[in-house]
């Protein structure tokens, strides 16, 4: 068998790839992307830890995550076609409405 | 015979059946204040009347039965509710109660909203009601012409529901709701007029003046909360036992009722005189808390005097009388209804309600006396000149309310408590008589410039000719025997080392009963007989609608027949016999003798009065109206054209001006008092709060917000990775606390 | 050596590399097929933890139907490579510092725990993580979740065509 901490180190190094590449990358669909690598890894600290006390809720917990993460790509990538449509970019450096 | 004793023993409702509903007494007149307030302006001048005198009337019903339960005996069991400090066996009898659950808790505080009605309440809850509601009819057609007459029936049902919690309240907190509800009411109808100034500085007034009293009244009841507590520190075995309980009942009743209900009050009284033995005496002194070092007596005496100060606020007696006079600003059957019936007698009922601890105190009991009968002589001087028949009417208020002092102060409780029942009846007559007479002659209210109306206002005429025979004290009128009761108490009740005071106050007494007699003949004389004044404002009076003459007959009527009360009907448990209404309020006075006998505080004389002290009385009262009656109707028309003399001036003048008292008060009180304010307006106000605390809060948080918009870059990831660093910062502080 | 944690391993590692390639390819296209990539893999992991149902739903969901939408995107918007990767600015520094500084106590902590699998029944072994005992639970106990969900996902369609459409 193997111990479950090492499916929760994988999810841990997925986890902070994911927020690595959201702090570091400038291209809006490469931060979504990354958001959707960091909701995998919570998903699978859930799935490992339902595996761990052989209860079936972790893998619900995970069924609404995706769900969950299925809206949440809809609108963003809405949300990045109509600033495209109104800025000719997707380069999270040119957006910069939120201030004063 | 037996069968119509038996209905009046059996309540239509029982007594256990009818206590849950106690409540809706107070709900109706609230619900009529809330209904007319809202929505009056909508609903139309008939709708308002209908909705104000039927919540009233549906009150009065409630209180009919509630005060018809208070009597039941049906079946030979009287009724009777369990003292929650008492013993099992100790029961309340001929009263009601109910209890709506806790109001609101603070550790080991509580006051729960529980309402009681007794003899004594029940009595007044009828006054209240019944009074109320002729007044309320009174008002449909003295309001016809005014266009805030929605307002005025909001604030009058207001009132109602407002004086009825006073009186039904079972703890001082909810009185004390009562008792500020009332004043709230009285400011907003004392200033009704509001766009005239002069009458809403008169509201503001009596505003005050009220705060002042309402201020000592609730020192007083922090003191009483103190006193209990340490009274159940200290106390022993033996000083329960006197009182008819013990300490875990005791305890029991303060944790499920609160320190300020009556009934645990009362239990305290009668566990503190020296007679009964125990620890606790009233010269023990109290060992822990604030109060530590003073004895029980001494805290007992400073408490019942700043209720006293609380009562004369309320009930304007000296020093804080000011503000009665001034209310007449107010429209007439308010005058009639608050400033003359019902709240400022709340005074007089909360010493009555407080009997059983006023008497532990002949100090302050002496003083109250000394200050009623003080204000009662004043004012009766002050009315000999007034010519505004209002004016007169007023300061004969704060005189009978003096007497009613005195009743209280030398512990003839049940005949202060009838005088405030007939003057409620007579005085209320004599308020709507004077505005009916205002009504119909254009809003005159100087009697100078009145005259003759006897012919035109028979109704009015008749009515207020009987209710001032009433308040002058003649015989067979109810004035005369609850006055004389009061004054035959004071002078055979002697208070404890102070045995002067009986005889000063009954001096004094007779005094007031001839300056009374004068002034209420020279009102009537003056504006009912002699010729019609040239200077009237209309030619002819018109008598006033019978929405107005029927509740001046009816009250006419009971100002005739509450004598009842007085007279010796009933037999003593000692022989001999006793006043209807001394029996009538045993029940809720017996406490107090218990403590008055075992302190020996007071010795209360049970005596009735005999034909000497009539005769002497209904001299003393005939030869006052004598003596109007000979100077306004033989000498003053025949001294016309001819000068006055000097001297006759300077007292004229003086007592005009009210004795200078007003402008005492400016002049010691106000002036300073404004000074005080200019300062705090300036220094405090001006300064400190406006400039310093308002003004540099705005300044530094601008600056500040000026400074941090520097840091709103508006680039998300910079807020992503604050978020970040904060996260990381949270889990390095966890794992270091896990390691650690 | 056991063959299921061999099978861990090999997965372990392509899916941080396919990860790795996500969030360090210049073309969005490259990330987004890295993506995908990460998503089997991790599929694949699912199936170890016995999670076979949500291993189907994420490659149907994640690798099918999110992954098709952000190809759609990129291919509408027409990207093409970024011209550079983006100033080193401070906040990136400091970003991309702390996400590996979390990652560094969270390996510290895992490293401190030993957890293992549970020791399931038969009874239990046969319905863990099926269809059946995932619908069973939806529905009863966390049938007002599943109902916000799908309300959820509604005012979500509604949001992105008012949201992406120029002109409604």
Known sequence: MVPITYYLLLAAALFCMGMFGVLVRTNALVVFMCVELMLNAVNLTFLAFA???????????????????????AIGLAIVIAVFRSRGSVNVDDIRTMKH | MDGIVEFFRTAPIPPEVFAPSLGLIILLPLLGAFVCGVFGKWLGRANVHLVACSAIAGAFVLSLMAFWATSDAAGGRVVSMPNAF?????????????????????????????LLVDHLSGILLLVITGVGFLIHLYSTSYME??????????????????????????????????????????????????????????????????????????????????????????????????????????????????????????????????????????????????????????????????????????????????????AMAGPTPVSALIHAATMVTA??????????????????????????????????????????????????????????????????????????????????????????????????????????????MKWTHATFLVSTLAITGIIPLSGFFSKDAVFHGVHHNHLHELHWVSGLVYALGLVITACTAFYMSRVYLLTFTGRRSPEARVAHAHESAW?????????????????????????????????????????????????????????????????????????????????????????????????????????RRTAQNKFYVDELYEFILIRPVKFVAFILFRVVDALVIDTVLVRGTAYVTEKVGFGLRRLQTGDAQAYAAIMALAILGGAVYALLQVLS | MNIELALFGVFAVMTLVSAGLVITARSPINSAMALVSTFFFLAGIYVLLWAHTVAVMQVLVYAGAIMVLFLFVIMLLNLGDAAHRGRPTVTRILGGASAFGLLAVLAVTLGRTQAMPAELGPQAQATFGTMAAIGQSIFTSWLLPFEAVSLLLLVAMVGAVVVAKSRI
């Open chain 1, 51 to 73: 595996r761990m006390h052989g209860d079936g809720i972790g893998h619900v917990s995970a069924f609404f995550v995706i769900a969950v993460a299925a809206a949440e790509a």
């Open chain 2, 86 to 114: 008492g013993l099992d066996r100790d029961v309340v009898r001929y009263a009601i109660a109910h209890d709506y659950g806790t109001w609101f808790a603070a550790g080991d505080f509580r006051v729960n909203f529980g």
């Open chain 2, 145 to 326: 012409h005014d266009d805030g007459y929605w307002r005025f029936f909001a604030y009058l049902n207001l009132f109602v529901a407002a004086m009825l919690t006073l009186v039904m309240a079972d703890n001082l907190v909810l009185l004390f709701v009562g008792w500020e509800g009332v004043g709230m009411a009285s400011y907003l109808l004392i200033g009704f007029w509001y766009t005239d100034s002069a009458k809403a500085w008169a509201g503001r007034k009596a505003f005050v003046t009220n705060r002042i009293g309402d201020f000592a009244f609730l020192i007083g009841t922090f003191l009483l909360i103190l006193t209990v507590s340490a009274f159940n520190r200290q106390a022993d075995a033996r000083d329960y036992a006197a009182a008819g309980s013990a300490k875990a009942r005791y305890e029991q009743g303060l944790s499920e009722k609160g320190p300020v209900t009556f009934k645990g009050l009362e239990k305290m009284a009668l566990a503190l005189p020296e007679g009964v033995g125990g620890a606790v005496s009233l010269s023990t002194p109290i060992e822990a808390g604030p109060l530590s070092g003073y004895t029980f007596g001494g805290v007992m005496t400073a408490t019942m005097l700043l209720f006293l100060l609380g009562a004369a606020g309320k009930s304007a007696q000296l020093p804080l009388y000011v503000w009665l006079p001034d």
């Open chain 2, 347 to 456: 005074g007089v009922y909360l010493f009555c309600r407080m009997s059983s601890l006023l008497v532990l105190s002949p100090t302050a009991m002496a003083t109250i006396a000394i200050v009623g009968a003080l204000t009662s002589l004043l004012a009766a001087l002050i009315a000999f000149a007034q010519d505004d028949i209002k004016k007169v009417l007023a300061y004969s208020t704060v005189s009978q309310l003096g007497i009613m002092f005195m009743g209280v102060g030398m512990g003839v409780f049940w005949a202060a408590a009838l005088h405030l029942v007939t003057h409620a009846c007579f005085k209320a007559c004599l308020f709507l008589g004077a505005g009916s007479v205002m009504h119909g002659n254009g809003d005159e209210t100087d009697i100078k410039k009145l005259g003759g109306l006897w012919k035109e």
């Open chain 2, 547 to 651: 929405h107005m003459t029927l509740p001046l007959v009816i009250l006419a009527f009971l100002s005739v027949v509450t004598l009842v009360y007085a007279l010796p009907l009933m037999p003593r448990s000692g022989g001999g016999f006793q006043p209807l209404f001394e029996n009538f309020l045993s029940p809720v006075l017996r406490p107090a003798e218990a403590v008055a006998r075992a302190a020996k505080t007071v010795v209360l004389d049970n005596s009735t009065p005999g034909f000497v002290d009539y005769l002497i009385a209904w001299m003393v009262a005939l030869s006052g109206g004598a003596t109007a009656a000979f100077l306004y109707l033989k000498f003053f028309p025949a001294q016309v054209g001819k000068p006055v003399p000097a001297f006759a001036r300077a007292v």
